[in-house]
């Protein structure tokens, strides 16, 4: 008996994730969940350089600035709140000081060029087509910053607008690095402040927009671009709320570690799986919390932790256990 809807995967044959990868994650916070199962398996990754990013026109910005060096100066940044910000980063980035906000603006856009040059791997997660244009400027927002709404009109992204901004994005990071596998995929995180028919809409643009362009891309012979179908996974075969956290809007850690796993399938190698393991036991070691700090029993167990750390930092220099 099925009691679920499994949806297809299919492991690649080339360019999988390994221990001498570097992934590149921008995009919604559903980032952030992926992200975060990268840093605890101690893959090399960066994530929003600029912060949770929700839309393309955002992303699009991010990279067009990446790719251009942008130098950004007091016209790009505004203070509100007690705090400067700019509307193409988000919140975390704000500061007190006018100057350290522009050192991180300009220092973020630095890295994030070398390291799109570096990049084996660009996850781009999407999360919705609702868009903020500031009036003032004419300009799309990538965070509004508790501006007062009125200042802003909101502008739902058309399919072919959706298109546009992903074929400009992949664009843009080709004349960087040609080699790079691109992922896509769409946020599983439920968008209802902005109403539950806006947000099915929303998502069906992002995927209609992606897939066009993957459909377009796929008649070239080496195409490197791709879809993980997050979204799908929690819409089929996670269809209960028990899946979700308590705000009933984000996956919960089940779901997050289930789709990581599907994940985990199709992208990781079945090489750094092994690694993944070794990590997983240090990992889990270095929680572990004894009865007796002073026991022979956990004396030894501390050295042993440390021979597997050592056997592992052996093989990738770049792994640190902190």
């Known amino acids: 008996m099925k009691l679920q809807t499994k949806i297809p995967l299919e492991k690649l044959s080339k360019n999988l994730i390994d221990y001498n990868s570097n992934v590149l994650l921008v995009g919604s916070c559903f980032v952030e969940n992926i992200g975060g199962k990268l840093d605890y398996f101690k893959f090399q990754n960066t994530q929003n350089p600029l912060g949770i990013l929700f839309h393309p026109k955002a992303i699009e910005t991010l990279v067009s600035d990446v790719i251009n060096k942008k130098l950004y100066t007091e016209e790009d940044i505004f203070f509100h709140n007690e705090q400067w910000h700019s509307f193409k980063a988000h919140s975390k980035l704000s500061n007190t000081s006018k100057e350290d906000l522009l050192n991180d603006l300009n220092t973020t856009i630095e890295s994030t060029n070398q390291q799109i040059q570096k990049a084996t791997h660009i996850v781009i997660t999407l999360g919705t087509?609702?868009?903020?244009?500031?009036?003032?400027?004419?300009?799309?927002?990538?965070?509004?910053?508790?501006?007062?709404?009125?200042?802003?009109?909101k502008e739902l992204l058309s399919v072919n607008e959706v298109y546009t901004s992903i074929k400009t994005i992949?664009?843009?990071?080709?004349?960087?690095n040609s080699k790079a596998s691109i992922i896509f995929t769409v946020s599983p995180v439920r968008h209802i402040k902005d109403?539950?028919?806006?947000?099915?809409?929303?998502?069906?643009?992002?995927?209609?927009?992606?897939?066009?362009?993957?459909?377009?891309?796929?008649?070239?012979?080496?195409?490197?671009?791709?879809?993980?179908?997050?979204?799908?996974?929690?819409?089929?075969e996670l269809r209960d709320y028990r899946?979700?956290?308590?705000?009933?809007?984000?996956?919960?850690?089940?779901?997050?570690?289930?789709?990581?796993?599907?994940?985990?399938?199709?992208?990781?190698?079945?090489?750094?799986?092994?690694?993944?393991?070794?990590?997983?036991?240090?990992?889990?070691?270095?929680?572990h919390k004894p009865f007796n700090a002073n026991s022979d029993a956990h004396q030894k167990f501390l050295q042993n932790l440390e021979i597997k750390k050592s056997q592992i930092k052996s093989q990738f220099s770049h792994i640190e256990f902190k």
């Open 170 to 176: 992949v664009s843009f990071i080709r004349t960087l």
């Open 195 to 236: 109403g539950f028919i806006e947000n099915t809409q929303s998502k069906a643009h992002l995927i209609a927009g992606i897939h066009q362009f993957l459909n377009q891309e796929s008649s070239s012979v080496n195409h490197q671009s791709f879809y993980f179908p997050s979204y799908e996974i929690m819409m089929d």
């Open 129 to 153: 087509a609702w868009v903020y244009r500031f009036e003032k400027t004419q300009s799309i927002v990538a965070n509004c910053h508790k501006v007062p709404q009125k200042q802003f009109t």
């Open 243 to 287: 899946f979700y956290t308590e705000d009933m809007v984000h996956p919960s850690k089940i779901a997050i570690d289930y789709i990581w796993n599907s994940f985990h399938e199709v992208w990781i190698s079945s090489k750094a799986t092994k690694t993944m393991e070794e990590i997983d036991v240090v990992q889990k070691g270095m929680q």
